[in-house]
């Protein structure tokens, strides 16, 4: 088999138990960086969860991020900070969330491991294999408690079908496929427009967008990844693809009311569609109260009314990963722009039966070779599938778990989360390499 391993064993060595803390009262929460997920998806369940944490402080750079989450999680003002040195001068809870942008995750969970916080941490984490392993030397040596947002696995579907496997349902798992559907409005917003456009500031669209689909591969096949490869391209959103006659902004554009990807099309009709909410994602293009006019505005302003086909971004629209597992589970991942809704169709087969699921319906569907099918209705099994189907709430309330000494270790803790990063890596490296075969670790 071809190809380099990208780490060795020898260098990330398992964390194998992180120091249980038992906090005896509410547990207090700082949060560095508020905005849609620190603020909105976590901030909210937090402060909502009055019996278990106390939001206590804020930092973002942003002042009218500041204003706003100060005021709804009653947070003093004294306690705000507007730049992270200030903030990281000294320890203000006992649980911090960083949920600041992608490049800095890592240096600001360094500073907050040193001043000893128990930290919960956005993905992705990083796509640097040294800093990975700095990262996890750094909490080793201070034994501190990192969970890492991977909320897909606290999701009640996911544990479903994790149960099945486990219990054998379909008797020896052997492979499984996994089409991440980004969406084509969804992969607009935030691949071409959005934070993650350009790969010198994000990190590889594989991981940005990926890194919960390669660890819930990892999850389900219950083994570290032994290698894989990858192919992918940005096929679609250049200049050479431009509409005739189109304009550098939707809002003048003579395709407005037709292009499928018009900017008014997919913030201003489609905000009026849904109701108008006040939410992910038409609350990442205005911190002010959403109105028609205030959205127009931002269309004629920020990079949220430009043309998708300026040639802006460099991240693919289309990625495929196929894996090898180290107890000889395969499985195949397709990230895929080109898809009218988003979310994840997952098949598992078996020697004995296959899983089926699909995130956009209600239901996991096991189909035992020669017995009935079994249907699961995930609504039945919960009362709460807000925030990545329930995934955002229930980590919360695991975090509170770890930090009251209730479970030894996360289920997204700093070491499971890392192989699903050093799979990421190892894809990107794969893919630009024209499909190489990559292995993960070194023997
Ligand atoms: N776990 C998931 O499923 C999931 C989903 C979406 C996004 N994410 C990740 O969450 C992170 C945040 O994404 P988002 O959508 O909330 O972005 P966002 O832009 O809405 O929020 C980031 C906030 O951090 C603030 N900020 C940036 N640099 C800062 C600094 N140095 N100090 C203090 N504040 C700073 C910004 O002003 C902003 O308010 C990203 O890394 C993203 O990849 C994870």
Same mark, same amino acid.
């Given at each position: ?337 080109? $898809?009218?809704? /988003? @979310?994840?169709?997952? %098949? ?5 039966? =296959?899983? *089926?699921?699909?995130? !956009? ?24 599938? $807000?925030?990545? /189907? @329930?995934?955002?709430? %229930? ?5 509170? =778990?770890? *930090?009251?000494?209730? !479970? ?36």
């Amino acid at each position: 088999m071809g190809g380099m391993g990208i780490i060795s064993n020898d260098i990330i060595k398992p964390i194998i138990t992180q120091t249980r803390r038992n906090f005896m009262s509410t547990i207090t929460v700082s949060i560095l960086g508020v905005g849609a997920r620190g603020g909105e998806a976590y901030g909210s369940y937090v402060h909502a969860c009055k019996d278990k944490y106390k939001i206590v402080s804020l930092c973002d750079v942003n002042p009218s991020k500041i204003e706003k989450y100060s005021a709804l999680f009653n947070v003093r003002k004294e306690d705000c900070y507007l730049n992270e040195e200030e903030f990281l001068k000294e320890k203000r809870s006992d649980l911090l969330i960083i949920a600041t942008l992608d490049q800095d995750h890592v240096r600001l969970a360094l500073k907050a491991i040193k001043l000893g916080y128990a930290i919960l941490l956005e993905k992705p984490i990083s796509d640097n294999v040294e800093e990975l392993v700095e990262l996890q030397k750094t909490a080793k040596e201070y034994g501190t408690i990192v969970v890492v947002c991977h909320v897909l696995r606290y999701t009640v579907a996911i544990r479903k079908i994790k149960e099945l496997i486990d219990a054998k349902k379909i008797g020896e798992l052997v492979s499984f496929d996994s089409l991440e559907q980004v969406a084509y409005w969804h992969y607009a917003h935030s691949y071409v427009r959005g934070n993650w456009r350009s790969s010198k500031n994000a990190t590889p669209m594989i991981m940005a967008k990926c890194c919960h689909d390669l660890d819930l591969m990892q999850y389900f096949a219950d083994s570290k990844c032994e290698s894989l490869s990858s192919v992918g391209a940005l096929r679609y959103f250049k200049p050479e693809n431009k509409p005739e006659g189109a304009t550098d902004r939707c809002i003048n554009c003579k395709h407005v009311d037709t292009c499928a990807y018009s900017a008014k099309r997919i913030y201003v009709d489609e905000w009026n569609l849904c109701g108008k909410p006040n939410a992910w994602p038409f609350t990442v293009l205005s911190d002010k109260e959403l109105t028609e006019e205030e959205l127009f505005e931002k269309l004629k302003t920020t990079r949220y009314g430009e043309c998708v086909f300026n040639g802006y971004n460099d991240v693919v629209d289309h990625q495929f990963v196929t894996a090898t597992f180290e107890n000889g589970v395969t499985a195949n991942l397709n990230m895929m722009a080109f $898809t009218k809704g /988003g @979310g994840r169709i997952m %098949r598992f087969f078996g020697t004995e039966g =296959e899983i *089926l699921y699909d995130e !956009a319906g209600d239901h996991v569907t096991l189909k035992r070779f020669g017995g009935e099918n079994e249907v699961y209705v995930i609504s039945k099994l919960t009362d709460d599938l $807000t925030g990545h /189907g @329930g995934g955002d709430h %229930r980590m919360i309330d695991a975090v509170y =778990e770890v *930090l009251k000494g209730n !479970a030894d270790v996360a289920d997204t803790s700093l070491d499971r989360s890392i192989e699903s990063h050093l799979m990421a890596i190892a894809s990107e490296k794969s893919r630009l390499s024209g499909g190489e075969r990559v292995k993960i670790h070194i023997d």
